[in-house]
């Protein structure tokens, strides 16, 4: 019986070739209709014999079928009146329903048809460095403004010969409507050039070729890939890494790696099963990666940390590029962004030359504009579930769906360190990709115009804006200078706590546990390790790490002499019955030999003790990541986080064996005020095993080990008082994997379920889409 039904897809449907594959599948099984884009994704009408139908609805999920980058989220189907002799299935092309949500998608990597291609000396696009299709190439980056046509891309200058039309406009073909498309005859071209920007070769595989000498021979080169420019060296030339670090003035932070297998990576790192399926996935971020002993890697490349970045090819040149550079016996790339220290990725040839000229020998440019930067992704490991530290190229601008509609727009300004934004529109979370530290100039300019690119991109309109409590934040001050919307300050944790829900499509009340570096508090005090009981209308502070005096404002997050002597002070000083005068002599007299291992002389450290003495320019704090910081110095691991949590992360590579042991902590309890995690026996605890010359690695584990322990009694008492048993574990401090994956252990084994952070980092980089979600509650 012929039957016509109208099904409704939303999901990632739009831009990824999902009318053609409709098209492929509706034809071949001779139903005749209509696809077509609309607000929510794609509408299919369908007319034919009932069982063809059902095949095709089979199909359309198949992997067979599906475009490898669509999504299907929903999938409605309703039936509808026949229509006599309506002949063929067609493609409606002009998207005349409505204003699409926004057709614009990820970076996606090369895909295995375009490098088959790329291989085949038939192929008109043999060895063309930016072959690409509908399942894969740039996209965001590329793209100016909306519809999401090949005009209001950077690809608008080159026009198409009539190869590349011909596959643009045929419906069934790969490429169809792939607004990157272009070939050698017709596309953008690479070049090599000095540091100065002078031409030295044009010849595609010639300037392969010498980019990969030069890289082998030790030198420094430019890259311009997706997202913006790389500083690529040998990885296993550590003379050239250190070049490249002493001038890049990158200190200590660890660099990321490219490849071009997953088994030359498993020469230098331990590469599991669902660690290898992420980096071939069309996304192919940076992951993290346990190192392997006695690796030739360069040294400098990571040192501090456990772990090695890698990420394989993910661009045509890249392929090229490593094709040569195994003819030179050349293995595994640093793949560092092309910028200098802090400031945005640079992505624009004029600039690149400008700016990377003192640390690049060479440039290896195409004319091909990246519009947008976006940074390469990091993933790591958690629980067997990959989770971000930094969520940009592959994933932005990827929605986060829920499931209520936002009655207004709104934009939610994020926090300072590691900022993202984020749009709520209609039934979508639109965040930004990781824009980056806002103090630094360039990037606080940089925020600004992409917020504006943004809001653009998705015809946003906001009617409230969603800021931190942090009255010094840069965000806050600009979304409060923000006329006409409505302003909602949202607490830093709360917002942590709020993002974990937000990915889970869930509204709460939930016992959060944030464990963070520091925001601002309801109190004026700066929070940091708190037991929230949450949902996405109201929180209650049920608990929190004992406050301890923090001095010196932004230079204790940097310089771990201050939170030591502020743990010294509330454990030995507080003891005291006598007033501070003589405690602070105590402490001092009674601790020399310890702090001798932090650097900072003995003038600094009186300055610091008379700040908390007499609480100048200091705070009451409840932060985690000071007390890492504390205690990494403690050990001798290191004074001064030259790049953030360099400290902690030293302190949590220093654990060799998972030991049991835990330090001693108390909880709190007073009538009225919120439970306190006092770690003064931890303080004590470990001071002791120092003296007594217990290993680095036992003392970190044993302190790691208390937190985990001191939290879970945290969530156990919130359980106790609230009958909630599910924690939501956020903040940076879960970019520890020990103690995360730790927690996430004791508390399943405690009969709690635990959800954590996926979608967004845990980290400041998440903040933003709490904020959203929180507001979206209160429009
Ligand atoms: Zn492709
Ligand atoms: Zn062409």
């Known amino acids: 019986m012929v039957k016509r039904q109208r099904i409704s897809i939303t999901g990632r449907v739009q831009g990824v070739g999902f009318r053609p594959a409709v098209y492929k599948i509706a034809r071949g099984l001779g139903l005749s209709g209509v696809v077509y884009n609309d607000t929510k994704g794609v509408t299919i009408e369908l007319q034919g014999k009932e069982e063809k139908i059902a095949e095709f609805l089979v199909r359309l999920r198949s992997d067979a079928d599906k475009p490898p980058l669509a999504e299907i989220k929903s999938c409605d189907v309703v039936e509808i009146p026949v229509i006599e002799a309506e002949g063929k299935f067609t493609i409606q092309t002009s998207d005349s329903q409505g204003s699409p949500l926004s057709q614009v998608t990820a970076d996606i990597a090369t895909c295995r048809d375009c490098l088959g291609e790329m291989a085949d000396k038939e192929d008109f696009r043999y060895g063309y460095p930016f072959i690409n299709c509908t399942n894969c190439g740039p996209r965001y980056s590329i793209v100016k403004s909306i519809p999401y046509d090949r005009p209001n891309t950077t690809m608008s200058v080159f026009e198409m010969c009539d190869k590349c039309a011909a596959q643009y406009t045929e419906v069934t073909d790969r490429r169809f409507h792939a607004q990157p498309v272009a070939c050698g005859e017709c ?20 300037v392969i070729a010498e980019t990969a000498h030069l890289l082998s021979a030790g030198k420094i080169v430019a890259i311009k890939g997706i997202g913006g420019f790389h500083l690529a060296v040998d990885a296993l030339n550590n003379k050239a890494v250190e070049r490249l670090r002493e001038r890049k003035k990158r200190d200590h932070k660890p660099f990321a790696m490219m490849a071009d297998s997953v088994e030359k990576i498993k020469k230098y790192a331990l590469v599991s099963e669902p660690a290898e399926q992420l980096l071939k996935s069309p996304q192919s971020p940076i992951v993290l990666l346990p190192k392997k002993r006695n690796s030739s890697i360069a040294p400098s490349v990571a040192e501090g940390v456990s772990t090695y970045g890698f990420m394989l090819c993910y661009a045509p040149l890249h392929y090229l590029l ?17 910028n200098i220290s802090d400031e945005p990725l640079i992505c624009k040839n004029e600039l690149a030359i400008e700016r990377l000229a003192c640390v690049a020998d060479a440039f290896l440019m195409h004319d091909r504009e990246i519009y947008r930067q976006v940074d390469d992704s990091i993933v790591h490991f958690v629980d067997e579930q990959p989770v971000f530290l930094r969520r940009a190229r592959g994933y932005v601008p990827s929605p986060i769906f829920t499931e209520e509609n936002c009655r207004q727009d709104i934009f939610a300004a994020g926090a300072d360190l590691k900022n993202t934004f984020c749009f709520a529109k209609q039934n979508q979370f639109i965040c930004s990709e990781h824009i980056g530290d806002l103090e630094d100039a360039e990037v606080y300019h940089h925020y600004i115009n992409s917020i504006e690119h943004l809001r653009k991109l998705f015809e946003v309109e906001p009617k409230v ?27 830093h944790h709360w917002a ?10 869930l509204s709460g009340p939930v016992i959060g546990l944030a464990a963070d570096g520091t925001g601002y508090g309801t109190d004026g005090a700066i929070w940091g390790c708190e037991c929230l009981i949450a949902s996405l209308d109201k929180f209650e502070r049920f608990g929190h790490l004992a406050y301890y005096p923090l001095a010196g404002a932004d230079k204790a997050s940097k310089e771990a002499i201050r939170p030591v002597m502020g743990l010294l002070k509330k454990t030995y000083g507080d003891q005291s019955s006598c007033h501070c005068e003589r ?64 400290l902690p992360m030293a302190l949590e590579a220093a654990i060799e064996n998972e030991i049991e042991e835990h330090y001693d902590f108390d909880l709190i309890n007073e009538a009225g005020k919120p439970l306190k995690l006092d770690l003064g026996k931890m303080v004590k605890q470990l001071i002791a095993d120092i003296r007594e010359e217990k290993t ?17 009694e945290m969530a156990k008492a919130a359980r106790e008082s609230t009958k909630l048993n599910t924690v939501a574990l956020s903040g940076g401090v879960f970019c520890n994997r020990y103690l995360t994956i730790r927690c996430i252990k004791l508390l399943k084994k405690t009969g709690f379920s635990v959800l954590f952070n996926r979608d967004v980092p845990s980290n400041d980089g998440g903040i933003s889409l709490g904020q959203a979600a929180i507001a979206a509650k209160q429009v």
């Open 496 to 505: 942590h706590i709020a993002s974990v829900l937000a990915e889970h499509g």
């Open 583 to 646: 405690s602070e002599a105590i402490s001092i007299n009674k601790f020399g030999w310890l702090l001798e291992r932090i650097e900072a002389d003995a003038n600094k450290q009186k300055i610091i003790s008379e700040q908390i003495k007499k609480r100048i320019n200091t705070v009451e704090t409840s932060s985690l990541g000071r007390v890492f910081d504390a205690v990494a110095a403690m050990l001798g691991l290191g004074s001064y986080n030259y790049f953030e949590a360099q």
């Open 187 to 206: 596309g953008p071209k690479i070049r090599l050039t000095d540091n100065k920007g002078k031409t030295i070769e044009t010849q595609t595989e010639k």
């Open 696 to 712: 680095v690695s036992v003392i970190s584990a044993k302190f790691h080990n208390c937190l985990a322990a001191g939290l879970l």
């Open 322 to 338: 490593f094709e040569q550079l195994n003819e030179c016996g050349t293995d595994v790339l640093v793949m560092t962004s092309g």
């Open 465 to 491: 804006v969603a800021y931190d409590l942090h009255p010094g934040y840069l965000s806050t001050q600009h979304a409060l200078s923000l006329e006409g919307l409505r302003a909602i300050g949202i607490q």
